[in-house]
């Protein structure tokens, strides 16, 4: 009876184990040593494979190779997923802190309330170009711990006209470098943008999350340690 494809499949499962007798339970043999093994039959003639054997003998080291390929693929591209995924929690990498305060003349839409016709002082406007901090106290900078001589005020000025009676919703999160240092924390303006002190727990480079009438808009701001 002339033997078929179960048969050469299981010949071929036979020449694997005597490699490896238990692939369920340890890891695979090395590649290596299949390769090795192949090759002894191929000289050998006793132990040569017989002709409807030697089609799957050649193909099965190409198919171990492609199986290994496709882990390889599979791990990698699992590995860019990964990297990809947003960093969260304190110490994770983000977008490198810079204060955006600045002296110069203020945006027409943040004059109002400005006797000059181009109000000259230091101020720092929203990554999204909605908001605008002014700094308006005597020392123009913001001091942590609050100075004694003078407050940390900002006055909030949306570039749009927000709904009267809101709350301008602050969450600010100390960074270092390119990473973020403890837990966020929050602050309120109650009636909206307008006059307010903000004061923060620790000097640095903090980057505040500003929420206002359905807007929302980012800017970074230093806070200095005078003692």
């Not at 039959?41 to 003998?57: C, F, I, N, V």
């Not at 170009?129 to 700094?135: E, N």
């Not at 960074?175 to 403890?182: D, E, L, N």
Request: proline share 8%; net charge positive.
């Amino acid at each position: 009876m002339t033997a078929g494809p179960i048969d050469a499949d299981d010949r071929l499962i036979e020449t694997i184990r005597a490699v490896d007798p238990y692939p369920d339970e340890v890891a695979g043999p090395p590649l290596e040593l299949i390769m090795h093994r192949l090759h002894e039959r191929e000289r050998d003639p006793s132990r040569r494979p017989r002709s409807w054997l030697r089609p799957l003998a050649a193909v099965a080291p190409v198919a171990v190779a492609v199986a290994v390929a496709a882990v390889a693929v599979a791990l990698l591209g699992h590995h860019h997923a990964s990297g990809r995924q947003p960093a969260s929690g304190a110490g994770t990498v983000v977008r490198a802190c810079r204060s955006g305060l600045h002296v110069g003349v203020l945006p027409v839409w943040a004059r109002s309330g400005f006797r000059a016709a181009r109000p000259r002082t230091e101020f720092a406007v929203g990554r999204r170009d909605r908001i605008g901090a002014i700094l308006f106290s005597t020392g123009n900078y913001l001091d942590s711990p609050p100075a004694a001589d003078h407050n940390n005020k900002i006055l909030w000025v949306s570039r749009r006209r927000s709904h009267s009676g809101g709350t301008l919703r602050i969450q600010a999160q100390l960074i270092r470098g390119t990473r973020r240092i403890g837990a966020p924390v929050r602050r309120t303006v109650p009636g909206g943008p307008g006059p307010s002190i903000i004061n923060l727990p620790a000097a640095g480079c903090w980057r505040l999350t500003l929420r206002w009438s359905g807007l929302s808009d980012q800017l970074d701001l230093d806070y200095i340690h005078h003692g």
